[in-house]
Nanobody, 124 residues
C-alpha cells in the first residue's frame, strides 16, 4: 500500500522560509518521477517543482524559480521542498505526488499517487 505523508506546512510571514517533507512508503522515491503541487482556493492545482526518476532533472514553476528547491533523501525515502522568500501568492495546500514515468511530467493527471496535503499560509 502506497502512502505519501506530507509535513512541514504552517503559517509564516512574508519573506520567511519553510521546508516541506513527504515521507513515502510502499514505493521508492527513486523509482518515480516525484513532484510537489499546490492548490489555492478557487485556483487549479499546479506543479510547483518536479524531479525526474533518476534525480538528474528538475523543473520549477516560473513563480518559484530561484526560491524553491526540490530534493530527495534516498536513505529516508523522503521528498523535500525547501521554500525561501515566501510571499502571499505562495499560500496554498501543498501536495506530494508520484508519477510512473521515466521523464519529467508536470500534469497532475499524470500522477498516480498523492498525499493528503499540507497547508502553507503566508501573511504580510
Amino acid at each position: 500500500q502506497v502512502q505519501l505523508v506530507e509535513s512541514g506546512g504552517g503559517s509564516v510571514q512574508a519573506g520567511g522560509s519553510l521546508r516541506l517533507s513527504c515521507a513515502a512508503s510502499g514505493l521508492l522515491v527513486t523509482k518515480y518521477c516525484m513532484g510537489w503541487f499546490r492548490q489555492a482556493p478557487g485556483k487549479e492545482r499546479e506543479a510547483v517543482a518536479v524531479v525526474s526518476r533518476g534525480g538528474t532533472s528538475t523543473s520549477y514553476a516560473d513563480s518559484v524559480k530561484g526560491r524553491f528547491t526540490i530534493s530527495r533523501d534516498t536513505d529516508k525515502n523522503t521528498l523535500y521542498l525547501q521554500m525561501n522568500r515566501l510571499n502571499n501568492e505562495d499560500t496554498a495546500m501543498y501536495y506530494c505526488a508520484a508519477a510512473d514515468y521515466f521523464s519529467l511530467v508536470t500534469l497532475s493527471s499524470q500522477y498516480k499517487f498523492w498525499g493528503q496535503g499540507t497547508q502553507v499560509t503566508v501573511s504580510s
